[in-house]
């Protein structure tokens, strides 16, 4: 029996010695950051400022390999199968937890296979109308769109995705009956509001700011859990007339599950201290994204809770991936 214990306690000694001597070696090469949309998305805007600071942080390449598709199942699917030696990262979206509930089947497990390294960063959207609509407070829509029930139609930027759910979160919490005309893109949806197509919409905030400054749309609240200093006089939604609602477009930095815990504690310290340094933090202002960072421990329970909060949101509306 001692001798047993012996030999686990050896084994165990052994791994922690190895995985030690893998973070100090670290990195040895350049590093890959799968980012999980396009070039020009906004997923792949804060890769390429996490890329850079990194790079100058570690004194060696850091690259952005576009992966779109599958709502991040492509990028993130890669990831969970690369070798854990740091040198293959991903940046993903809040989207990542939606995925346990829009997929059947998916190939990987979000909880085993995904580690979160740290979540860098947030943006809210901005909720906003078409002039014919009369509302000038969030509780003044609620009244408005429960006294019209299916009238009220909302666009996003395509089914399954932030918008799409960040709206249905609006409509189960506010008890209303509105309507989701889904389009290809954020741009479409946009035309579609400013045409009064549709009446409602989220978008991020440059999207939206300069409709609203030429009055062609109105804004009433930012989604996320604070107000935004890209748009400061406008109250959360919470705020506005719909407590408990909250809505942030986060990004992470996500790791392989079986990363060794040394090497993943030194990519996360090695993360906080570029998200602290001034001119960092002016590039992701200069993108409407608010540093969060953290450790390891409590960026992996911040994303164990969204995928329950979105599960229940995706469940509840039947949603189903587009």
């Given at each position: 029996m001692h001798t047993r214990l012996f030999q686990v306690s050896a084994i165990v000694g052994?791994?922690?010695?190895?995985?030690?001597?893998?973070?100090?070696?670290?990195?040895?090469?350049?590093?890959?950051?799968?980012?999980?949309?396009a070039a020009g998305g906004g997923t792949d805007i804060i890769a390429?400022?996490?890329?850079?600071?990194?790079?100058?942080?570690?004194?060696?390449?850091?690259?952005?390999?576009?992966?779109?598709?599958?709502?991040?199942?492509?990028?993130?699917?890669?990831?969970?199968?690369?070798?854990p030696d740091g040198h293959t990262l991903l940046m993903q979206s809040v989207g990542?937890?939606?995925?346990?509930?829009?997929?059947?089947?998916?190939?990987?497990?979000?909880?085993?296979?995904?580690?979160?390294?740290?979540?860098?960063?947030?943006?809210?959207?901005?909720?906003?109308?078409?002039?014919?609509?009369?509302?000038?407070t969030v509780?003044?829509?609620?009244?408005?769109?429960?006294?019209?029930?299916?009238?009220?139609?909302?666009?996003?930027?395509?089914?399954?995705?932030?918008?799409?759910?960040?709206?249905?979160?609006?409509?189960?919490?506010?008890g209303v009956d509105i309507v989701h005309v889904p389009y290809k893109g954020t741009g479409p949806g946009t035309t579609a509001l400013l045409s009064g197509e549709v009446q409602m919409s989220i978008a991020g905030i440059s999207t939206l700011l300069a409709h609203v400054k030429t009055g062609k749309l109105r804004a009433l609240?930012?989604?996320?859990?604070?107000?935004?200093?890209?748009?400061?006089?406008?109250?959360?939604?919470?705020e506005d007339?719909?407590?408990?609602?909250?809505?942030?477009?986060?990004?992470?930095v996500f790791a392989p599950g079986k990363m060794p815990r040394p090497l993943l504690d030194r990519i996360n310290a090695d993360t906080n201290a570029m998200l602290r340094n001034a001119d960092v933090v002016q590039r992701f202002a200069a993108n409407g994204v608010d540093i969060i960072g953290g450790s390891v421990d409590a960026s992996n329970r911040y994303m164990q809770s969204e995928i329950v909060k979105w599960s229940k949101v995706i469940l509840e509306a039947g949603i189903k991936a587009d």
């Open positions: 052994l791994a922690a010695v190895a995985g030690a001597s893998v973070a100090a070696a670290f990195p040895d090469r350049p590093v890959r950051v799968l980012a999980a949309s390429r400022l996490v890329a850079q600071g990194l790079t100058e942080t570690w004194g060696q390449q850091v690259v952005v390999d576009n992966r779109p598709g599958g709502g991040g199942v492509i990028a993130t699917d890669i990831t969970a199968k690369a070798v990542i937890t939606f995925a346990p509930a829009l997929y059947k089947a998916l190939p990987f497990d979000v909880k085993r296979d995904i580690a979160a390294v740290t979540i860098v960063g947030s943006q809210p959207f901005m909720l906003a109308l078409h002039p014919s609509v009369p509302s000038k509780a003044e829509l609620v009244r408005w769109a429960r006294a019209r029930p299916g009238e009220l139609r909302y666009a996003s930027g395509g089914v399954s995705g932030a918008s799409h759910l960040g709206m249905e979160l609006f409509r189960i919490l506010a609240a930012v989604t996320g859990g604070k107000r935004s200093p890209a748009a400061p006089d406008l109250p959360t939604v919470a007339g719909l407590p408990g609602y909250s809505f942030d477009v986060w990004y992470g």
